[in-house]
């Protein structure tokens, strides 16, 4: 009698977890966070969260976290060293941080400054693991896989164009963020992923006129387009022939999404559904 009753409690059991739970979490939101001039995109699924860049050491990055209720971060991946994506992980990365990183990925980018040393020591002060990513790696976020397509590792790439490039897809939706690269980086990503797709698409270098070819942007059928940069920048980011190539791409200027205007704007994307902007999908 005993093994009858444990037998009908386990199969209650196997019943109610193949029916009910413990299947994989099936979307992600995207955060392109407000931080002035600069980039910082978070991602969020089922209350795990992980960033791309960390905006400028000016934007009050630990607060702005804070109000996203963010408290543990899956990883931390660095674009590459420059103030305006690198400069709020100097504040979020202390050592009195409130933040538990698990993981850090740096570039390859060889450009010598003090934000690079001043992260490299602070990880070394933190003891959190450190990888360095290039072409052909992948990392995970919440089971779901980011694909590192640039920079490759044969030689070593300085400032923008040493910008790690990130992709994720499912059939037609995916997620393409660039950081700061420039034509001729599109150029060699194109040569090496000529069916490259970015539906929803960080727009290179915050809309500069030296990113955003004609050919990238058509080859990438777009969905939506975001730009990461201040009001009234210095750079006059976006630049003009930008947003008209941007506006040819995608055939309509509501598919631009801009933070200077914005603020924080953020999509929902679930896996083999599509991809939304939060607003319009809650
Ligand atoms: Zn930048």
């Given at each position: 009698?005993k093994?009858?009753?444990f037998?009908?409690?386990?199969?209650?059991?196997?019943?109610?977890?193949q029916?009910?739970?413990?299947?994989?979490?099936?979307?992600w939101?995207i955060?392109?966070?407000?931080?002035?001039?600069?980039?910082?995109?978070?991602?969020?699924?089922?209350g795990?969260?992980?960033?791309?860049?960390?905006g400028?050491?000016?934007?009050?990055?630990?607060?702005?976290?804070?109000t996203?209720?963010?408290?543990?971060?899956?990883?931390?991946?660095?674009?590459?060293?420059h103030?305006?994506?690198?400069?709020?992980?100097?504040?979020?990365?202390?050592?009195?941080s409130?933040f538990?990183?698990?993981?850090?990925y740096?570039?390859?980018?060889?450009?010598?400054?003090?934000i690079a040393?001043?992260?490299?020591?602070?990880v070394?002060?933190?003891?959190?693991?450190?990888?360095y990513?290039?072409?052909?790696?992948s990392?995970i976020?919440?089971?779901?896989?980011?694909?590192?397509?640039?920079?490759?590792?044969?030689?070593?790439?300085?400032?923008?164009?040493?910008s790690?490039?990130?992709?994720?897809?499912?059939?037609?939706?995916?997620?393409?963020?660039?950081?700061?690269?420039?034509?001729?980086?599109?150029?060699?990503?194109?040569?090496?992923y000529?069916?490259?797709?970015?539906?929803?698409?960080?727009?290179?270098?915050?809309?500069?006129?030296?990113?955003?070819?004609?050919?990238?942007?058509?080859?990438?059928?777009?969905?939506?387009?975001?730009?990461s940069?201040?009001?009234?920048n210095?750079?006059?980011?976006?630049?003009?022939?930008?947003?008209?190539?941007?506006?040819?791409?995608?055939?309509?200027?509501?598919?631009?999404?801009?933070?200077?205007?914005?603020?924080t704007?953020?999509?929902?994307?679930?896996?083999?559904?599509?991809?939304?902007?939060?607003s319009?999908?809650h």
């Amino acid at each position: 009698m005993k093994h009858l009753l444990f037998l009908v409690f386990c199969l209650t059991f196997l019943g109610c977890s193949q029916n009910q739970g413990f299947h994989p979490v099936d979307s992600w939101k995207i955060h392109f966070l407000d931080v002035g001039q600069g980039l910082s995109v978070l991602l969020e699924s089922d209350g795990k969260f992980a960033l791309y860049d960390t905006g400028p050491d000016s934007a009050n990055f630990e607060n702005l976290l804070k109000t996203l209720h963010v408290d543990t971060l899956e990883w931390i991946v660095i674009s590459h060293f420059h103030r305006d994506h690198a400069g709020g992980f100097l504040e979020i990365a202390k050592k009195d941080s409130p933040f538990f990183i698990k993981q850090i990925y740096f570039g390859k980018d060889s450009t010598k400054s003090w934000i690079a040393d001043s992260c490299i020591s602070l990880v070394q002060e933190k003891d959190v693991p450190l990888k360095y990513l290039q072409k052909g790696d992948s990392i995970i976020f919440n089971e779901y896989p980011l694909h590192i397509l640039w920079p490759e590792s044969e030689r070593n790439y300085g400032d923008n164009n040493a910008s790690l490039v990130l992709s994720s897809r499912k059939g037609n939706e995916s997620l393409l963020l660039t950081g700061d690269i420039e034509a001729e980086t599109e150029k060699k990503i194109l040569d090496y992923y000529p069916s490259l797709r970015g539906a929803l698409f960080q727009v290179p270098h915050h809309g500069s006129r030296n990113s955003s070819t004609l050919k990238f942007l058509e080859t990438l059928q777009i969905q939506y387009a975001v730009i990461s940069n201040a009001k009234e920048n210095t750079y006059e980011h976006p630049h003009s022939e930008t947003l008209k190539k941007l506006e040819a791409a995608t055939g309509n200027s509501e598919k631009i999404f801009r933070t200077d205007s914005l603020g924080t704007v953020c999509f929902h994307w679930e896996f083999g559904t599509g991809i939304w902007p939060c607003s319009k999908n809650h």
